[in-house]
């Protein structure tokens, strides 16, 4: 299987498990992702990770990869129609990431590469090793990061920084990534998981609810002007407040508990 998923609590991990091929992605491993994404339970965080030493390599392009030989007539007769449906199918796959009601975090450890770094992307915390490589090497063969790449990392970095990473195809070590901020934190080698887990763990001691609409806020903020914005937050602030958590939260607080959500 070349996504495993798998729960801890309120956390489900993801894992891309084709550790002999550096985690590779074939169209099994897109599809799983997005399958294993829309069928969780009710979760409370998600972590993402690969198997082994590498995060993904990114695009398999060995001859067996069934992905590639249902592209390969398109790209050899220039039909575009073919190459739509293909790109948008694996759009779709990593769409279904970001388009979880609950916190994602990438756990990137050595290499991740290409459609790799595009799942990360599709999270919304990544945290790398400083050992970890990340890059975009697509226009290297005539390509463009596709599947996201380049508009995620262009929201997130800007479009100055995402063109220097995407037309250069150059790659960065953990500590440039973190500089950049690509990812948002960084870890020594090995600790990535670790890292993520302890995250997704601390979500999990916040009102489920509270972090949910928290969440969708931070998430379309860069999409909207800034009074329509925070119409957002304060649409969402009151669905807090009311939603019953804010009562438990305060009682634990003065009762110096934990609360019970």
């Known amino acids: 299987m070349p996504v495993h998923a798998r729960l801890d609590g309120g956390i489900a ?3 891309l498990s ?6 590779a992605l074939d169209g099994a491993a897109f599809a799983q992702l997005r399958d294993a994404a829309r069928g969780l339970p009710d979760v409370r965080a998600v972590v993402v990770t690969g198997e082994g030493s590498d995060f993904s390599s990114g695009l398999d392009l060995s001859a067996d990869n069934a992905l590639l030989r249902e592209i390969a007539p398109a790209i050899e007769s220039g039909d575009d129609g073919v190459a ?3 790109i948008s199918h694996l759009k779709d796959c990593v769409a279904a990431l970001a388009e979880l009601e609950v916190p994602t975090f990438a756990a990137i450890e050595g290499a991740c590469v290409g459609g790799g770094l595009e799942i990360a992307l599709a999270c919304d915390v990544r945290i790398a090793a400083r050992s970890a490589a990340l890059s975009l090497p697509e226009v290297r063969m005539g390509m463009i990061p596709d599947v996201g790449g380049c ?3 262009a929201r997130l970095l800007g479009p100055g920084r995402a063109a220097d990473l995407i037309c250069t195809a150059r790659r960065v070590g953990g500590e440039e990534a973190f500089g ?6 960084l870890c020594d080698t090995g600790q990535a998981l ?9 979500v999990c001691e916040n009102g489920p609810q509270a972090v949910r609409l928290a969440l969708a806020a931070v998430r379309v903020s860069a999409d909207l002007g800034l009074d329509e914005a925070l119409s957002v937050e304060t649409n969402h602030g ?3 407040l009311t939603s019953g958590e804010a009562v438990e939260g305060i009682r634990a607080f003065r009762e110096r508990r934990a609360p019970r959500w």
Do not use: D, S, Y
């Open 151 to 153: 508009t995620r990392l």
């Open 84 to 86: 739509r449906r293909v």
């Open 18 to 23: 084709q550790p002999a091929r550096r985690n």
């Open 180 to 185: 950049l901020g690509l990812v948002e934190r």
């Open 238 to 240: 009151a669905l807090a």
């Open 194 to 202: 670790p890292t993520a887990l302890a995250a997704a763990r601390a």
């Open 13 to 15: 991990i993801l894992t």
